[in-house]
């Protein structure tokens, strides 16, 4: 039973790199240049699973400053994805003619070491803007944007009332049909998946065609009683559940880990989505494997799950782009060999000539 508010775990996370050492038990492989430039954020129940799991841990290594992120900070990029190319209007990434980006708060359940907006959020504030009518300005004057994706930060950082604000206005605009959710929250903080933001989820189906959360988990270990209670309550609510997954080296680079986890998400209800290429963000490198390794690993995914259990596995492309798919056809280089499987590594063939 989860009884604390969301809002009182929230401000009783660790944010210094001593109480968060103190609370361990063991020291964290990290100067206080590190959490200087990359602070920490971390909740006190995710801080006591990774005091159980261990340091050297998939929680531990997603979660716990290292001072590999201050390595290689003249690689990699700080937008990695090229966001700011595309902020067309105040919080409003628009990259997609039929979806836009409202980015309503830079603020998180907790920081994730390998995150893509590293270099622009953390240590930043939520900011619930004075400009908001010329984002609505510019959703009017493009029709053409059909859904509203909240990211951040964290979208259900936002307390209940500014959601309600945000959705009663895009409800306003016709063209609008489907809004989505990008969130931590069911697995870093499930206090936050409270009676309040389960019944503005209800009701928000009442004026949008769809309504979606994509939850964000990379490994099983992340999972626990509370949080799954948490992703079923959202099931409750009838809103499509989505998983969206970062592909990262040292947490989940190996076939059994990403087969458990798309099971634990099937068992949870939750349609596998996405499957992330890392981003080339600077300080967050040490997590990178490269495309080949990638392709391998999702290639081998079949042999393990039916089509209806794996993500779409995507490449943002640096510089702003967007999304690609990361695959290559399962059987076919562009080449025209012929791609077969031998254990984990795949090897060309000259194709077959028609008899
Ligand atoms: S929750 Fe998402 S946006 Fe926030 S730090 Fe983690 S990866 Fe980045």
Same mark, same amino acid.
């Given at each position: 039973?989860?009884?604390?508010?969301?809002?009182?775990?929230?401000?009783?996370?660790?944010?210094?790199?001593?109480?968060?050492?103190?609370?361990?038990?063991?020291?964290?492989?990290?100067?206080?240049?590190?959490?200087?430039?990359?602070?920490?954020?971390?909740?006190?129940?995710?801080?006591?699973?990774?005091?159980?799991?261990?340091?050297?841990?998939?929680?531990?290594?997603?979660?716990?400053?290292?001072?590999?992120?201050?390595?290689?900070?003249?690689?990699?990029?700080?937008?990695?994805?090229?966001?700011?190319?595309?902020?067309?209007?105040?919080?409003?990434?628009?990259?997609?003619?039929?979806?836009?980006?409202?980015?309503?708060?830079?603020?998180?359940?907790?920081?994730?070491?390998?995150?893509?907006?590293?270099?622009?959020?953390?240590?930043?504030?939520?900011?619930?803007?004075?400009?908001?009518?010329?984002?609505?300005?510019?959703?009017?004057?493009?029709?053409?944007?059909?859904?509203?994706?909240?990211? *951040? @930060?964290?979208? %259900?950082? /936002? =307390?209940? !009332?500014?959601?309600?604000?945000?959705?009663? #206005?895009?409800?306003?605009?016709?063209?609008?049909?489907?809004?989505?959710?990008?969130?931590?929250?069911?697995?870093?903080?499930?206090?936050?998946?409270?009676?309040?933001?389960?019944?503005?989820?209800?009701?928000?189906?009442?004026?949008?065609?769809?309504?979606?959360?994509?939850?964000?988990?990379?490994?099983?270990?992340?999972?626990?009683?509370?949080?799954?209670?948490?992703?079923?309550?959202?099931?409750?609510?009838?809103?499509?559940?989505?998983?969206?997954?970062?592909?990262?080296?040292?947490?989940?680079?190996?076939?059994?880990?990403?087969?458990?986890?798309?099971?634990?998400?099937?068992?949870?209800?939750?349609?596998?989505?996405?499957?992330?290429?890392?981003?080339?963000?600077? *300080? @967050?490198?040490? %997590?990178? /494997? =490269?495309? !080949?390794?990638?392709?391998?690993?999702?290639? #081998?995914?079949?042999?393990?799950?039916?089509?209806?259990?794996?993500?779409?596995?995507?490449?943002?492309?640096?510089?702003?782009?967007?999304?690609?798919?990361?695959?290559?056809?399962?059987?076919?280089?562009?080449?025209?060999?012929?791609?077969?499987?031998?254990?984990?590594?795949?090897?060309?063939?000259?194709?077959?000539?028609?008899?």
């Amino acid at each position: 039973m989860l009884t604390p508010s969301w809002t009182t775990e929230f401000k009783s996370s660790y944010k210094t790199l001593a109480e968060l050492e103190a609370f361990l038990g063991f020291s964290v492989s990290a100067s206080p240049e590190v959490t200087a430039t990359y602070p920490v954020f971390i909740p006190r129940r995710l801080a006591q699973k990774i005091k159980t799991q261990g340091p050297d841990s998939v929680l531990a290594r997603q979660f716990l400053p290292h001072q590999n992120e201050l390595e290689n900070q003249q690689a990699g990029f700080s937008d990695p994805i090229g966001d700011q190319r595309f902020l067309k209007a105040p919080q409003l990434i628009h990259r997609y003619p039929t979806r836009a980006l409202f980015a309503p708060t830079t603020v998180c359940p907790v920081h994730c070491r390998y995150c893509f907006r590293k270099n622009e959020l953390y240590a930043k504030e939520e900011m619930f803007r004075p400009e908001f009518e010329q984002t609505m300005d510019y959703l009017k004057s493009h029709p053409e944007i059909s859904e509203i994706i909240f990211t *951040g @930060g964290d979208p %259900f950082t /936002l =307390s209940d !009332e500014k959601i309600l604000f945000y959705l009663d #206005s895009f409800k306003t605009i016709p063209s609008i049909k489907d809004v989505r959710f990008h969130t931590r929250y069911p697995v870093s903080l499930p206090e936050r998946i409270d009676e309040g933001l389960l019944k503005i989820l209800i009701t928000a189906q009442k004026s949008f065609r769809t309504v979606s959360v994509a939850i964000h988990v990379n490994h099983i270990d992340e999972f626990d009683q509370d949080a799954a209670h948490a992703i079923e309550r959202l099931s409750t609510t009838g809103v499509q559940l989505l998983s969206q997954t970062v592909l990262l080296r040292g947490v989940n680079d190996q076939r059994e880990a990403l087969v458990n986890l798309f099971q634990e998400f099937i068992r949870l209800k939750v349609r596998p989505y996405y499957l992330h290429h890392p981003d080339q963000v600077k *300080g @967050g490198l040490h %997590f990178y /494997l =490269s495309l !080949e390794q990638g392709r391998t690993l999702y290639h #081998s995914l079949r042999q393990e799950l039916p089509g209806w259990a794996i993500p779409q596995y995507i490449i943002d492309l640096p510089g702003g782009e967007g999304k690609v798919p990361a695959h290559n056809s399962e059987s076919h280089q562009f080449s025209g060999h012929l791609i077969t499987l031998h254990g984990d590594t795949i090897s060309l063939e000259e194709p077959v000539s028609p008899s």
